[in-house]
């Protein structure tokens, strides 16, 4: 039967769309209450350590400190969200700390510098224990114990396996066998709001108001209540805006049970909002795992059988781990027509961040390791993969090994058309060089019984005074346009206009109980809930006006908002004047899954009513030269039953796809010791709007007929795909299988140049100071390094602490450096100030003063002085790319100042800030105390550590390389900079502006003045050539090049390197290799072949010297093209 | 909005940094100079339409116009604001009435959690601006600095092309 829906399938802007485009939506970062006081936390510096005192007293005693508490003051004890089995975390540390940034002790005072300097007094004393960083070495005999659970050997939070068939009859009588490792680490969800909360306790009732980043309203005061030991009808969890959740915002309920106890102590409001790198050492990050799939074939292409053995790595306690645990068995045991089926599964505690988790929760990763197997089935098979697919595809009917009754599927529908939509047949015929195809599919059960509590929901429909409706739901929009899909839900079953309806999420006093926006659950679920209330709410209204007209409840209707009696035009009533009539009242709709929950121990069992599939192919184009991958094009079909909100839906399919992007090709947390150290939004790599490929979304409409109006759940589903089409593609097209995310170009590229070599020479001999460095290198593991380290903690000078500088705003030149003078090395300058600022943040700067240079007129401006170009080394990027003057002059400096960060940082930060500026080495700004904080006495963390970013050539005691485009640009063009100080002015060579170390020769009470740029000889051809993961990131190599040509001949070539040395590198070999010749292909060959001449490199990073090889041929190539014939 | 702070909080003597013209409205500047306006705007003058989401210039959700120019507000110290013209998120829509920026991204359901969204109306207006016929690359460019997580920004880069006409790559 067809049905006319009038809501259902509409293309609808999200409700709160208006409050959202004018920036009107308070998110928990924008709640304030009065007498709202600011909160910290204090968080442990060791990786594993048992405190052995903890003093608040000093603390206490601070100015403006109104709150100090500790672990014991939580009379609840551990947080029991998973259940008590898994209870394995205080809300604050209790007698141990088991990962760096864990939680130990929390202030409030009424302002932030106050909380700073309280929490700066507070004393813990750590006897620091052995630490482990891997699930291998956490699961290895004599490991260190970080948690040891009854009925488990240590380190094991949970092991779950089982066998569903007979798995060992099928690898025994399979025709082929395929068996691989595949692994990842953790990323993050990277929510824009950071996880936040508000916490308001009004002790004269004993209510405890609370607004926070939560998913999960219901289970968050819950745990509230557990770990305060307050009753439930006590906490009140209030409505906000959500600034996104990806899992990020989950269940698990810090800071949010931190900022309640704060307040509850202190009495008074409290806010806590987590800075960026706290949200990236603490938060929740998804789980890296380690994944051993094999897969029996028969002869035929059938699936036998599949075997997966797993560890999913916990960090140091259990949030959402168990969920990683069944994401890998479900799919195992689900994905494909496969016979028998089984996996061992272990969640492995170590000393690092807990796993929380991520959209997909697991599932992109282990669906990538089983479709790369079914691509390497395929070509064992000699098979085309679509069409091998199609032939293991699931159907209808089909029982799983695991017991899932499979109702409605389109995976063989959404296989075509992806295959169509991307021209599969007609592509995979007429390969081209390094560009290839890819395809993946999944399934999704929509949705099971997931928790203890079933998976219910509430939705509430009020009718209010005015005759307006408001539907009440404690799910919590986080984006997801959730809010505005339920009130579809509910409009198409009451038949009213969707105007007058109104959505209260969150709120747990005014709306009714639900679990919460996870697993893809609230469009199954509480859209069903939504359903049932519109359903009551007409069968309420009726019967009220029934008994108002004393007739018949079947005689009375209501539709389109308006009750009256069967034919009769006198006996009608509006919204609003029912509610006039008959008073506000409230229904509760109610759902359950009525499912019986899964063998918690096996996952065993048929436990959701409907499962989701979809299809996900991708073509790619390879760079081979540099490893980059473009995205040609995505098509993602999905069978998601009947569509809600196309709108919504398909960008919620955008963004989940270029979150696989992120995860397959960049994103990534680098731990260094347990602790991540790419802590920023430009060290982790998160996907820009450059990185946003074509794609093209269809659905495969199902209806299934358990669904609300025949919808399946959806918000995981488009991630689930992308990361294996998209690594299957860069297989296709590369002919080379990667076994661990993400597939960076630097991956890529290693394994291109291992394969086909050959590898550019990079002779370090030429260089004699190398013969030292190695020798101190190969020093590094067993001896440098722990001495230095222990030294450098002794007696180094220790990494300098975040303080409030003093600004002085000189009026002129003079004035400026007459403080400069004066203040010396306590002072910095600032210009634009987006470095220092930051690196202020980070602990790299603490000046006492800070003297601000940016009005000084001397200082900005660009002019003709004779024949050089003056640029004031205050003017800022922007205004050099718009001056007529560097077009004209010197078409570098607009060609390749461009590639400098952000449209809004080049409008800020200047040419002299950005020549100035600090490295941007993640172990100096995480910060370590390296050699760049505390000197001779500390170690370089690079030589050990993750070294993917770091200097190639000229690297001593710091590894860190220039990463100022300026720099390298500036040596090309051959300019000179002029300096001063009270005493006089002095000019000097950028090549001699940068100790080897990277440092500038500035001295303390010195300014930058002016940039020289000489405008004769001029070089006919100028170009800056970068490689860096997005235009304006850090190079991880670029070449500037100015070239002089004496008719076809090459009379004058100055090349300078950027990213891959301490300082802007002159490219000697290079350029000699120029000189008096044709730029011929040879020529360049030759030349390019020498660009690495001298270099040594790191463990991470020696991919560095074909990139580097790489760009300086495509470099000399536009040269080449543009030589005077 | 007019002369809020100086409502609010009086004649700022000493710690009067000057004025600045905030959304059409003359506003005082005042407290610690080197505060970055972002703070300045949401705590002082309860303009909290201004995201912070790194407060370190690497996300773009702080993003306001400083005599029309597009900049990070968390890394602008509040002195160098003084006599400029300053227009926030909270100055685009007018009486009730969307900008065409607000109504195209409206319509396109370019964002989600909405979070990144007055940054992003910000750096489309800069862009725009400047240049009302941008190519793929300009619109691309233009908005680098801003990170959506949830969008993808596929529906993001449809409502800018639609303001400008359809832009060709």
Redesign the interface.
Known sequence: VTRHFRHIGR?M??L????????????T??ITRPGMLTGLILRSPHAHARILSLDLEAARAMPGVRAVICGADFVGGQYVNFGPVYADRYPLAVGLVRHKGEEVAAVAADTLPQARAALAMIRVEYEILPSVFSTAGALAANAPVIHAKAGLPPNIAQHSAAKFGDVDAAFASAALVVKGTFSHGAVA??????NAVVADFDAATGILQVWAGTQAPFFARKEIAHVLGLELEKVIIRSS??????GGKSQSPEPIAIGCLLSVRARRPVRIAL??REEFIAGKTDHAKTMTVSTAVAADGRLLGRYTEYHVDNGAYTLMGPAYISAVRQRTCNLYRVGAAGFDGKLVYTNKVPGGSYRGMGAPQIIWAIESQIDEIARHLGRDRLEYRLSIANQAGDQTPMGWQIGTCGLTECLTEAGQRIGWAEKSRNPKPWRGLGIAAMINPSVGVLYPEGNFAHVSLELRRDGRILLGTQTAD????QNTVLAQYAAEAMDVDIGCIDVLHMDTENAPDDLGSAASRVTFVSGAAAIRAGEMFVEEICRRLAMRWNVDPKEVEFRDGVGGVRGDNARRLDLAEIAAAEGPFKIVGRHDIHMPRADPKTGYGHYAPAYGFGALAAEVEVDPATGAVRIVKIVSVQDMGRVINP??L???M??????GIGMVLQEELVFDDGEPVNT???SYK?????E?PD?ELAFVETHDPTGPFGAKAGGEHPINMTVAAIANAITDATGIQFNTLPITPGKILNAIVARDGPRPAAQPWRRPYNLEVAAARALYPDVLFPALKRLGEKVGRPVKGAA??E?L?PDSLSAALSMLELHGPDAKV?A???DL??GM?QGVYAPRT?I?I??LSELRGISIEGDYLRIGAGTTI?AILSSPLTAGHVPLLKQGLSHI?????R??ATLGGDLCQEKRCWFFRAPKQCYKHGGATCPCYAVLGDSRHHSIMGAGRCAAPCVADAAPILVALGATLVAANTKGMRTIGIEDFYRWSGETVLQADELLLWVHVPLTPVAQFQHFEKFAQ???DFAEASVAAAIRFDGPVVAEARLSFGGVAPLPMRASPVEAALIGRRLLPDAIVEAAGCCARGALPLRDNAVKIPLLQAIVTRCLALAAENSPA | LKSLASEIHGVQDASTLGIASINGAEVVLYGDPGRPVAFFLREELGLRGTKIGCGSGECGACTILVDGVAVCSCLLPLHRVRNASILTIEGMASEGLLHPIQTALKEHGAFQCGFCMPGMVMSIHALLQDNPTPSEQDIRDALQGNVCRCSGYVKLLEAVRSLCGGATS
């Open positions: 293309r802007a999200s709160d769309a208006d409050e959202k485009v004018t920036g009107q939506l308070a998110y970062h924008d969800p990277i929510c824009l709001e950071t805006g959500i600034g996104g959740g990806f800075d960026r986080c984006g997801t346009s709108i919504a398909e960008g919620q955008h963004g989940g796809i270029v979150q920023s939004l430009i998160v996907p820009r709007i450059s946003t794609i409030q500088p600004m705003v600032m634009g100030g987006t600022q930051v943040k800070l601000d940016s009005g922007s960060a952000t449209r809004q940082i409008n800020m997005w235009r304006g």
